[in-house]
Every structure is written in structure tokens, then in C-alpha cells.
């Protein structure tokens, strides 16, 4: 007999895990009661048999086969009916809104005698005494029987009002502005009619255009208004001025009183 130690030794090289002797073997460790125990069998569940088919049943089962057209002679092969596909419907694209450039100009507000005016400043600053600009209003006020002294009716109205930003500044805005800065000013100090000199004054003042030279406007917060061209345009183009004089010979009644007549 060989030795616990070897047998051991033995068995694991031939991959023996659990062995069990038939005898008691000398110099042998004590056997485990549990490898004595019998091992209890596993249940395994039936495996159902297959269902034999029998040929009156194959019989019985309907056997649907594929139906041949056969094209017959003349006749035109049809044709799957195709589904039109619907066309996705047109998306109204919506015209970006594009907000105008803001105007630029320059207007004061001066007043003479029973008048105000409102005049383009050519150069945006305000007049000079020697400005060749002023000494022609100063002729226009002489020729109408009003003071040709003017005073100033606040700081000029420059616009764009700002130089950045995000605020509105577009014609409209201008519009706005002009008129409720001047109809401020004139509820102040009331005058008979309103000189609106230079296309800025006639455009954002009394709404009109250059078609307006030297006629007369309704405004409504500023009342009575008269329409002449700018100082600068009267310079460059002398023969406006005829005009000019003929308007006013119709609009200087507004002003005039019988002491001045």
C-alpha cells in the first residue's frame, strides 16, 4: 500500500476529484459521510412524442395555389394602381421686415413776431451772424413784415437722435418727435402760422414733400403752416425765389395785422 500523501498526488494528475475505496485502506485519512450518502436521481420532465401526420389529414388541409393571368390576345396588361403622392403643401415664406435707414437732418426752432419757424440748418449748426444762410432769412422776414431777429425756441433737433442702440429712429420715429417737440413749444408760446423751411421740416413737421414748396398746410397739434424751399436750395437755384414772393404775398395776411398794413 502507498501512502496517503502519494495516492493524493496520484489522483490529481489523473483528474480524480472525489474517489471512493472499496475497503478501508491502511494509513488512509477518514472518508466523508456525505460521499457514503446514495445520490438522489434528477427528474427529468417527459419529452412530448411528435404527432405523426397522417395522409387523410394532409388531404383535408386546403391548398391555395397561385393564380396565373394568362394575357389574352389584344388585351392591354394592367397596371398596379399607383397612389398619387401628396405634395407637401407650399409654405407662405413671410418678407423679412427691413426696418428704413434713419433720416439725417438738422432743424431749429425760432420765432418772429406772431410766427414760429422751423428751418433746415445747411451746415447743422446753428446760424451765424454772417452765415450767408441766415442773412437770406433775415431777408425772408423783412419781406414779410415780420422782425428779422429771430430768437431761438430751444437747442437744435439733430437726428439720428443716437448714435448706437437699438431704439427706432426710422422715419416714422423722426416724424413723431419732430411734431411733438414743436407742438410742445407752440402750446408755450401760440403763433398764427408756422414756417416750415427745407424739405426735413416739411417732411417730419407737416408730412409733405418737395411738391409742397410754398403752399399751405393744415397739420393737425400744429395748425396753419407754410411750406418753403431751404435756404440752400433758394442759393444754388435764384429762380425759386420768384416764387417765393408770389406765395408769400397770399400768406402774409395770416401774420399782418391792420397796424402793419
Not at 451765424?128 to 437744435?156: F, H, N, T
Not at 419732430?178 to 417732411?203: D, M, N, Y
Request: hydrophobic share 40%.
Amino acid at each position: 500500500m502507498i501512502p496517503e500523501q502519494r495516492r493524493r498526488a496520484y489522483l490529481d494528475a489523473m483528474q480524480v476529484a472525489t474517489w471512493l475505496p472499496r475497503t478501508e485502506l491502511p494509513f488512509a485519512a477518514a472518508s466523508r459521510l456525505e460521499l457514503l450518502e446514495p445520490q438522489q436521481e434528477e427528474a427529468f420532465e417527459p419529452v412530448p412524442e411528435p404527432v405523426a401526420v397522417t395522409p387523410a389529414a394532409v388531404r383535408e388541409a386546403p391548398v391555395e395555389r397561385p393564380k396565373i393571368e394568362i394575357p389574352r390576345p389584344g388585351a392591354q396588361p394592367r397596371q398596379a394602381a399607383v397612389e398619387p403622392v401628396a405634395e407637401p403643401e407650399p409654405v407662405e415664406e413671410k418678407p423679412a421686415r427691413v426696418s428704413a435707414p434713419p433720416p439725417r437732418f438738422s432743424l431749429q426752432l425760432l420765432r418772429a413776431g406772431d410766427c414760429a419757424l422751423l428751418v433746415e440748418l445747411p451746415t447743422g449748426q446753428p446760424f451765424q451772424s454772417r452765415d450767408p444762410a441766415y442773412i437770406l432769412l433775415k431777408d425772408l422776414l423783412r419781406a414779410a413784415g415780420l422782425p428779422d431777429s429771430p430768437q431761438l425756441l430751444g437747442e437744435p433737433v439733430r437726428w439720428p437722435l443716437l448714435v448706437r442702440g437699438n431704439m427706432d429712429q426710422g422715419p416714422q420715429a423722426a416724424l413723431e418727435f419732430v411734431q411733438s417737440f414743436v407742438a410742445a413749444r407752440l402750446e408755450e408760446q401760440p403763433s398764427t402760422c408756422l414756417w416750415l423751411v427745407g424739405l426735413p421740416a416739411i417732411r417730419f413737421a407737416g408730412e409733405g414733400d418737395e411738391h409742397s414748396y410754398n403752399c399751405e398746410l393744415q397739420v393737425e397739434g400744429l395748425g396753419a403752416c407754410w411750406a418753403l424751399p431751404g435756404l440752400e436750395l433758394l442759393m444754388e437755384e435764384p429762380a425759386r425765389k420768384r416764387e417765393l414772393w408770389q406765395a408769400m404775398r397770399r400768406v402774409r395776411q395770416r401774420w399782418l395785422t391792420p397796424a402793419h398794413s
